[in-house]
Each structure stands twice: as structure tokens, then as C-alpha cells.
């Protein structure tokens, strides 16, 4: 369902073809919800069957021009205000922490410096490309420079936790 979201959601802050939502998915959307091209694609198709999305031009080669529709925006602007139907919170990553007993200590905290390293170096990625990004006034901006904030405290809150695992797990070889 988000990745329907996010493609209406592109669509409604500006027309383009699959190939300009795909490069803006993979400059800024792909922090939040990353999408292939055959499912960006396919999800298109599927916004269009439904009336949610109109092609506006076809150009060379059959590249499609695509906008919102206003049943699109309605669909949009409904699923933006019900949070209450996402679906439950799973994270496989936090999976394996709750489950890290079931390994020897030591490859216990190899993984735990690897969640480490892994947060810093996002953060790293997502520092460079607030950094590339000409942040106007605009709304669009505005809303995408707040989710690639969460970003970058999530993958800082996320180190800081590692380490103190990391820390945790020294302690604990330390008393046995």
C-alpha cells in the first residue's frame, strides 16, 4: 500500500514520468520507502486502472507523462489522515537483537558493531545528501528535509543503542 502512496504522493507535488519519479525515489523518497523500477512501474499501471492517475502525454518511445487525478488526491489526502490503518510495526533487525542469546557471546557483539557501523555510515550517506539538497521555502522540501531529519536522530539513536549493547555484552563476559 506505501508504495502506491508514495507514487500519488510524488504525483500530487508534480507531474512525471516513471522515469522522473523513479530519480527522485532514489534521491530522496528511497530513505523512506525504497521501490525498484519494475515495481514503481507496475504500481503506475495499477494508479492508473483505478482512475487515480491520468497519462498526459506520450512521448518518443512511449515515455508516459503522468498526474493525479482528483480521485487520486482524495485517495491520498484519506490515507495520509487514517495512520491508524497502517499495518502493525515488524522490524527483523530487532528481531535478531531479541534473539542474540542463541549465539555465542562474541558473535553476539560482532553483530552489534555491525548495526553500529551500518547506523554511521547511513547517517554519513543522509549528512551528504542534506548537504546536496538546495532546501527552499517550499512545503515539499520542507516535509522531506523533517523525514530525512528522522533520519539522521534515528540512525544517531541507533549507534548510541549499539554501542551501549556492545558495552552491555563486555560487561556481562566480564562476570561470568
Do not use: C
Not at 21 to 40: C, E, I, R, Y
Not at 143 to 169: C, K, P, Q, S
Amino acid at each position: 500500500m506505501s508504495l502506491r502512496m508514495a507514487a500519488l504522493g510524488l504525483l500530487a507535488q508534480q507531474p512525471g514520468s516513471g522515469y522522473d519519479l523513479l530519480k527522485t525515489f532514489d534521491k530522496s523518497m528511497a530513505n523512506v520507502w525504497p521501490a525498484t523500477q519494475s515495481q514503481l512501474y507496475g504500481e503506475l499501471n495499477k494508479l492508473a486502472d483505478a482512475g487515480l492517475i491520468e497519462v498526459t502525454h506520450v512521448g518518443p518511445r512511449g515515455r508516459k507523462e503522468y498526474r493525479i487525478t482528483r480521485a487520486g488526491r482524495a485517495e491520498l489526502q484519506r490515507w495520509m489522515m487514517s495512520p491508524e490503518e497502517d499495518p502493525p510495526f515488524r522490524d527483523a533487525s530487532l528481531l535478531r537483537i531479541f534473539l542474540l542469546g542463541e549465539v555465542e557471546p562474541e558473535q553476539a557483539r560482532r553483530h552489534m558493531v555491525a548495526v553500529a557501523e551500518h547506523a554511521e555510515s547511513e547517517m554519513k550517506r543522509l549528512e551528504a545528501l542534506r548537504d546536496s539538497i538546495d532546501w527552499d521555502d517550499s512545503d515539499s522540501l520542507f516535509f522531506g528535509r523533517a523525514a530525512l531529519e528522522y533520519g539522521l536522530r534515528r540512525g544517531a539513536m541507533e549507534a548510541t543503542w549499539a554501542r551501549w549493547v556492545i558495552d552491555e555484552i563486555g560487561r556481562r563476559r566480564k562476570k561470568l
